[in-house]
């Protein structure tokens, strides 16, 4: 079974910074990538960035780029996301999730963490 779990979300000022994780407890044999999505209050959850596994490309958001990385450890079977310039509208839980195949959906989420920006 996979479990993913998020950690390191807070609270932060507008301008700071945040570090999210993401562990994996075993990864699939056909793990394709491993993404980040945030849900705000009211609003439908959105893709923040995404990395694949075997090559290490990145993906972000038009909303995110420039202020926030994404990056895994391979030996620690883990993802990051490195957040600076933080914004309020930056607020929401945050989820990670995987992707077995290229064009499959993100069959595995983690239990979320909260990110609250204040100005």
């Known amino acids: 079974q996979v479990q993913l779990v998020e950690s390191g979300g807070g609270l932060a000022q507008a301008g700071g910074s945040l570090r999210l994780s993401c562990v994996v407890s075993?990864?699939?044999?056909?793990?394709?990538?491993m993404g980040w999505f945030r849900q705000a209050p009211g609003k439908d959850r959105e893709f923040v960035a995404r990395v694949t596994w075997s090559s290490g490309f990145t993906s972000y958001a038009d909303s995110v780029k420039g202020r926030f990385t994404i990056w895994k450890d391979d030996a620690e079977n883990t993802v990051y996301l490195q957040m600076n310039t933080l914004t309020p509208e930056d607020t929401a839980i945050y989820y990670c999730?995987?992707?077995?195949?290229?064009?499959?959906?993100?069959?595995?989420w983690g239990q979320g963490t909260q990110v609250t920006v204040s100005s």
């Open positions: 999730a995987l992707q077995p195949q290229r064009f499959g959906k993100y069959d595995y």
């Open positions: 075993r990864l699939t044999f056909s793990t394709y990538a």
